[in-house]
């Protein structure tokens, strides 16, 4: 019963992460908040479906794998009115967030938040890329940074975590 609750709480977590982004997106109308939206809403069906852990992390890595997903919900919305930056913004999310779907698409029912073993997959973009989809999300960060200049820490923090979690994966699926 213990792994069909994390499934639904991972489930829940997502879709409560993916409204909290449609909120943003209707105060800020930062295209990166839709995106995070369709990220969220997926990633939420697919912790629904999701195969069950073979090893997982600690608790510690458990909560702040949750607080790094989090994390883009609290960048900061745009300080520039430019037309160009907002685009090249634009641009970086869309970039980035193709990566995500190729990336969350190929994991399908092996895609956790927390660390987890749930069989390693080596195909598709997990060929060429081995974290793609934290990649996607760096890439796509990187236009808030233009749009508000404040989000160079939080861009900086949540770089972190991902090289932290991409790490901690790694030790994980080794065992």
């Not at 930062?30 to 697919?46: K, N, Q, S």
């Not at 629904?48 to 909560?63: E, P």
């Not at 233009?146 to 090289?163: A, D, G, H, P, Q």
């Amino acid at each position: 019963m213990q792994k069909d609750l994390g499934k639904y709480f991972g489930s829940a977590m997502m879709i409560g992460f993916g409204a909290l982004a449609l909120y943003r997106w209707y105060q800020t109308q930062v295209l990166f908040f839709l995106l995070l939206v369709l990220r969220d809403f997926t990633a939420g069906y697919f912790f629904f479906k999701r195969n069950s852990a073979i090893a997982r992390g600690s608790q510690f890595l458990n909560i702040l794998a949750y607080f790094s997903s989090a994390m883009p919900l609290l960048y900061f919305g745009p300080s520039t009115i430019a037309k160009s930056i907002f685009l090249f913004a634009d641009l970086l999310s869309i970039a980035g967030f193709v990566i995500v779907v190729f990336a969350t698409v190929e994991l399908g029912t092996s895609i956790g938040i927390s660390p987890a073993n749930r069989g390693l997959v080596r195909t598709g973009i997990y060929q060429h890329i081995r974290h793609p989809m934290y990649l996607g999300y760096v890439i796509s960060e990187m236009g808030l940074i233009l749009l508000n200049s404040l989000n160079v820490v939080m861009f900086l923090v949540s770089t972190s975590l991902y090289i932290f979690r991409a790490k901690s994966e790694k030790r994980i699926l080794e065992i």
